[in-house]
């Protein structure tokens, strides 16, 4: 069996329970494609002795749950005990955590399998994982027959890459303004974020610690339902963790969204949205109509000001968070000139280990912060964020149960061609996102059709506040119903 | 609003990020883009709102004040740039 890697979770979970398949037969084949596709820059850092000995474990534990055994690629956001977690920053060469995320010991815990570290933009930020110090990542889609190689978005491009690549059977991702249902659109996967507090965000490193939440990317819907529940629970070292059962996501699946009350935003049909998303997304409310939901046009009256909020927020909590990486106790020091004192080097660490995004971002964040601005731009996009919450308050308590929007505005677009923009060009591409981001909803990115190019498109479904339950069966529906099973032609 | 110069260097400087001085300008040509951007929050009216503190209403939990970690120098200190005697080292700092 060569084709192992392109296994769904769930699969791999029956026939390893079966006993038709072991783990480490599994993670070979994974390690196996992970060897061939260095053309995509995924991994970054691998792991394959690790995974071996990792898949014997589970090969060994016959108790095991539903991730046991199951091989999987972790964003290099998330710290891993004794291997390298960079966050994509050449501020953190080197660094090798002496602990685990609580995401990731719950996923080890659970007999899953880590094959490397993931590619991503530094430090989170990015949609195109051009910020990345270990170069951009590939999506294995392209347009047609052209050569030019596109992004697979980002933040978690190297998650979203590898996923839709078949290198592993699913991968972590965090999102703080999309950053994994813009990739996983971009490269025809599945992509959850959770409600806020839902993922303990302990032992990720912190980019904007009120946005932040890890979630799963995954081959289909059900994967997710699965991978979720498994990265999910009250963390007593996250504050913000919520103390609340985990369903169990994977029975909520039942298909049936009957009665269910499905709400269309006015506000996401932008000036200028081309046709065929404009078409996606009609297509997809027809399917959920066609499933027995009703469909209601709703107003979200804010949206126009969630970008520029998260502008202000995220950057002020990115200066505040990354104010650690100092040279001292992690991570690269400047080579210092004689007489320079440690103002020199702050100044000088921080100038060589952050790129120019990070750079820029620090700077926005430190500027809205500082004396004689923090009202006019931090305190006001604050009460800004309270009305794009209550925007969404007020259409759930009038009955609505989800929201369907487009993913992103484009489909996934070439590597470089963003590079003369200016930034807020880039930061449009969350959009549709950003939004769940600011109010802590779940939010999830489905693969729903293919551009004129034959690039994969997405659409976002967004729930109540902890019912990812009802939204992932929401999600199940749609996917069904889109029957997306477009794969991209091998080139790497 | 746009960005002078100084203000530009003055960031910097907060932010602790050395910047050239053959940089400043364009630096302060991109703040001003982003504040740009960022201004259009004065479009919308905020009077009686309450600045958001938590996204979830949930009150943030309190644990006894023991301690529960700790007695690890040598892992503290394993990713230390330069570490001496069981303490990060540091350029002097008091004259």
């Not at chain 1, 270990?134 to 491009?157: C, F, H, I, M, Q």
Request: net charge negative; proline share 5%; aromatic share 6%.
């Amino acid at each position: 069996m060569s084709d192992l890697s392109k296994l769904k979770i769930s699969e791999a979970r029956d026939a390893l329970k079966k006993g038709d398949l072991t783990s480490v037969e599994l993670t070979q084949a994974c390690l196996s494609e992970i060897e061939k596709a260095g053309a995509l820059n995924a991994f970054v850092h691998k792991t394959p002795e690790l995974a071996i000995d990792m898949a014997r474990a589970a090969d060994a534990n016959k108790d095991g749950g539903d991730m046991n055994g199951i091989p999987l690629g972790i964003k290099d956001l998330f710290c891993t005990k004794g291997v390298p977690s960079q966050a994509a920053s050449g501020i953190l060469a080197g660094f090798k955590p002496e602990y685990e995320s609580t995401v990731t010991s719950q996923l080890f815990a659970g007999g899953a399998v880590m094959l490397g570290k993931l590619n991503m933009d530094e430090f989170a930020m990015g949609s195109s994982n051009e910020t990345s110090v270990y170069g951009n990542a590939v999506n294995p889609w392209k347009r047609g027959n052209d050569v030019a190689e596109l992004t697979p978005g980002g933040s978690s491009g190297g998650s979203a890459s590898a996923v839709a690549a078949d290198l592993c059977l699913a991968a972590t991702g965090t999102d703080t303004g999309g950053s994994i249902r813009q990739p996983a659109a971009f490269v025809g996967i599945t992509g959850i974020k959770p409600t806020y507090g839902r993922v303990s965000r302990w032992g990720i490193v912190a980019f904007a610690s009120s946005l932040d939440q890890a979630g799963p990317m995954t081959k289909d819907v059900r994967d997710a339902a699965i991978m979720l529940r498994a990265m999910s629970g009250h963390d007593p070292k996250d504050s913000t963790s919520a103390d609340l059962a985990v369903p169990d996501f994977e029975a909520a699946l039942t298909g049936d969204i009957r009665g269910k009350v499905i709400g269309i935003p006015k506000e996401y049909r932008m000036d200028g949205m081309s046709s065929e998303i404009e078409k996606l997304w009609s297509d997809g409310t027809a399917m959920l109509k066609d499933a027995g939901a009703e469909i209601r046009d709703i107003t979200l009256p804010h949206t126009k000001y969630a970008l520029p909020a998260y502008y202000v927020i995220a950057p002020a909590e990115a200066s505040s968070n990354l104010a650690r990486y100092d040279g001292v106790r992690f991570g690269h020091r400047a080579k210092l000139d004689a007489g320079d004192g440690i103002t020199e080097m702050y100044e000088k660490t921080r100038a060589e280990g952050f790129g120019s995004e990070v750079k820029r971002r620090v700077m926005i964040g430190t500027y809205v912060l500082s004396a004689g601005f923090y009202d006019a731009y931090y305190n006001r996009a604050r009460k800004v964020r309270a009305l794009i919450k209550r925007d969404f308050e007020t259409v759930f308590a009038d009955g609505i149960d989800a929201i369907l929007t487009p993913a992103t505005p484009s489909a996934a677009f070439g590597l470089g061609e963003m590079a003369d923009s200016d930034p807020v060009q880039m930061y449009l591409n969350d959009v549709f996102t950003v939004t769940v981001n600011l109010a802590g909803l779940p939010g999830i990115a489905v693969p729903a059709g293919l551009d004129k190019n034959g690039l994969p498109l997405g659409l976002q479904l967004i729930g109540r506040p902890w019912e990812e339950g009802d939204l992932l069966n929401t999600a199940y529906t749609l996917e069904r119903a889109a029957q997306f099973v477009a794969k991209p032609n091998r080139w790497w | 609003m746009s960005i002078d110069i100084q203000t530009a260097r003055r960031v910097a400087k907060l932010a602790r990020i050395a910047v050239p001085e053959a940089d400043l300008p364009e630096l302060a040509k991109e703040f001003s883009a982003m504040l740009g951007f960022i201004e259009q929050l004065n479009e919308v009216d905020v009077e009686g709102i309450e600045p958001m503190t938590s996204v979830t209403p949930q009150r943030l939990k309190r644990r006894t004040d023991v301690v529960t970690d700790g007695g690890q120098p040598v892992e503290i200190l394993s990713n230390a740039p330069d570490a001496r005697e069981g303490f990060f080292a540091v350029p002097k700092v008091v004259e």
